[in-house]
């Protein structure tokens, strides 16, 4: 009897830590997911700082640590497009965020320029067919062609917009991206320095899914000694992403709020 008791009882625990395991997998996979590509990787080295680090490395490192602290949340998923040193096409890393059904993207660089070593500070783009200004272009442009020589010709995503009902969504995810841009760097404005104009826009290969919320972050300045001194540091990239990681957690929240609250049209 006593044996029979302790049987059920054990088979009983096991189903139950099973059904939990179950409903707390299923629960996860209906979390928002949230998408970090850092730039560059493998062959493709990106910036190199005036003290000789790459930007694939110091992206990754922030990337790990971005992902850290949205996953303490426990309010979304996260994948990273690479998490370790290998080279994606730009091509890769949309159809990637797309085909896992990502809720928004962030692709983290850092930029350089070797004009002058005084401008430094974090710049969050947004995708446009049209330049909010100069440099701007001049970034697209440079990130754009990054993985030239390196990607394989075939593959390509189509992502045109060919109707009506399509160019609405792409109008309206790009709203989005604006909304996101603003709200990430407003969250960071205290704990960063942010570039002159900190929200701009360009034609970003690697933000052209159209139905995704998808910004491009530059977290500094790789020609910037002091830049350089922040991105390696620990601490910089911890305080850097816990805000991070609040304003996307915000973004999302918002927005799928008023997804809800939002009535369907006639």
């Known amino acids: 009897m006593i044996r029979s008791l302790f049987l059920i009882l054990t088979l009983t625990s096991a189903t139950l830590g099973a059904w939990m395991g179950s409903a707390s997998k299923l629960h ?3 979390l928002p997911l949230v998408v970090i590509d850092p730039g560059h990787g493998g062959a493709d080295l990106g910036a190199i700082g005036v003290n000789g680090v790459f930007e694939k490395d110091i992206v990754l490192d922030f990337a790990k640590s971005l ?29 990637f965020t797309r085909k896992q ?17 005084d401008i430094r500070g974090v710049t969050i783009y947004t995708g446009d067919d049209r330049p909010s200004d100069a440099e701007a272009a001049r970034v697209a442009e440079a990130e754009n062609r990054s993985d030239l020589g390196l990607a394989a010709p075939e593959g390509k995503i189509d992502t045109s917009i060919n109707d009506i009902l399509g160019d609405l ?10 909304l996101l841009a603003q709200e990430l760097a407003s969250r960071i404005a ?14 970003f290969r690697v933000l052209r899914a159209p139905d995704i919320p998808s910004v491009l972050i ?20 911890d305080r850097t992403s816990e805000r991070l990681a609040a304003g996307i957690n915000e973004f999302i929240s918002r927005t799928r709020v008023n997804a809800v609250q939002t009535p369907p049209s006639p």
């Open 28 to 30: 996860s996979e209906n």
């Open 67 to 95: 992902k850290k602290q949205l996953e303490k949340r426990g309010t979304v998923r996260v994948l990273l497009t690479r998490d370790r040193d290998i080279f994606l096409s730009l091509e890769d890393r949309v159809r």
């Open 101 to 117: 059904n990502g809720t928004v993207f962030l692709s983290i660089h850092a930029d350089t320029i070797t004009a002058t070593a």
């Open 169 to 178: 969504m792409l109008r309206e995810t790009r709203a989005h991206s604006i």
């Open 190 to 203: 205290d704990v960063v320095q942010l570039n002159r104009n900190p929200v701009r826009a360009a034609g």
């Open 218 to 237: 530059e977290i500094g300045y790789l020609s910037s000694k002091n830049d350089i001194d922040l991105l390696t540091s620990a601490d910089w990239r």
